[in-house]
C-alpha cells in the first residue's frame, strides 16, 4: 500500500487561503510560516484552486509572487509545490538539460521512475512550457548508450501488466551475455528490455538471472558497466524491485555523500509528497537507522528545514 505525506485538507477553502497567502506576502518582512503553513498542508489540486483564486481576487500570479519575496531553497521548496505533478517533471527536466551542465542524476531519477501516463503527461508540459520536445532534448544534451537509454524510456512505451514466464529466461540469458560480452549490439539488447518490459515481467527476469548467473543483476551492472549508463541501468533494476527504497538511497546520497545535494533533497521531497513519501521514510529508517526527519533536520536550517519537514511529515519520536 503506497502512501503520501500529504493529503487534501479537510475544511478546505481556497478563498481564505488566497487571502491569508497575500497577507503573508505583503508584510514588510514576509511571514514564512504562514506560507509553509498553507502550502504543504494542501495537496497539489488544492495549491492550484488556491492560486487561480487568488490570481482572481488580485489579478496576480502567485508563483510570480513567491519568486519575488522569497530567495534560495526556501523559495524553491514553495515554488516547487505550485506545480502540478507533470508540469514540476518537466521543469526539472529542462533545467537539468539546459543548464550549464546536464544534470544526469536528475534525468536519471524522473524516467527511471515514471510510468507511461507520468512520461506522457511530462512531455505534453515540457512543450507547453518551454515549446521544445523533450526527446530532441535529451538526443541533443547527452550522448552514447546514456542517450539512447533515456530516448527509450521518453517514449513511455513499457509494456504494463504483462507477464510471460515462459520468455523470463531466454531474457535472463540476454542480459547474462550482454553483461559478459558488453558490445554496443548488447548494451542494446539490455536497455530494449529493461525500458520496455513490463515491472510483472522483469521481476521474473530478475529472478532467472540470479538462478543462471549465481550473481544479483545490479552487482553484474556495476561490474560490467560505468558511468551514467550504469547509473540509469541500476536506476531502473532498483525501481522495478521497490521505488520507495530507491528514493530512499537517492535521498540518503543526497544528504550524505555530496553535503547535502539540496536541488536532489527538495525534488523528490515534492514529487513523491502524494505518491509514496510515507513508504520512502520507512524504508529510509529501516534501511539507514536514521530517521529522515532526523538527517533533514542535523543538514537544513531556517524556514527551509520548517518547510521539508512539513512535506516530509515527520513525527516527533522520529527526532
Known sequence: QTQGTIFPAPNFNPITDAQLLRGALQGISCEKDVLIDILTQRCNSQRLMIA??????????????LKENLSHHFKEVMVGLMYPPASYDAHELWHALKGIDTEEKCLIDILASRSNMEIFQMKEAYLMQYNNDLQQDIDSETSGHFRDTLMNLAQGTRMEGYADPST??????????????????????????????SYQQLWMVFQEFQNISGQDLVDAINECYDGYFQELLVAIVLCVRDKPSYFAYRLYNAIHDLGFHNKTVIRILIARSEIDLMNIRQRYKERYGKSLFHDIKHFASGHYESALLAICAGDAEDY
Not at 177 to 195: P, V
Open 52 to 65: 487561480e483564486a487568488y490570481r482572481d481576487m488580485y489579478g496576480r500570479d502567485l508563483i510570480t509572487d
Open 168 to 197: 523470463a529466461p531466454q531474457d535472463a540469458m540476454i542480459l547474462w551475455e550482454a553483461c559478459q560480452q558488453k558490445t554496443g549490439e548488447h548494451k542494446n539488447m539490455l536497455q530494449m528490455i529493461l525500458c520496455n518490459k
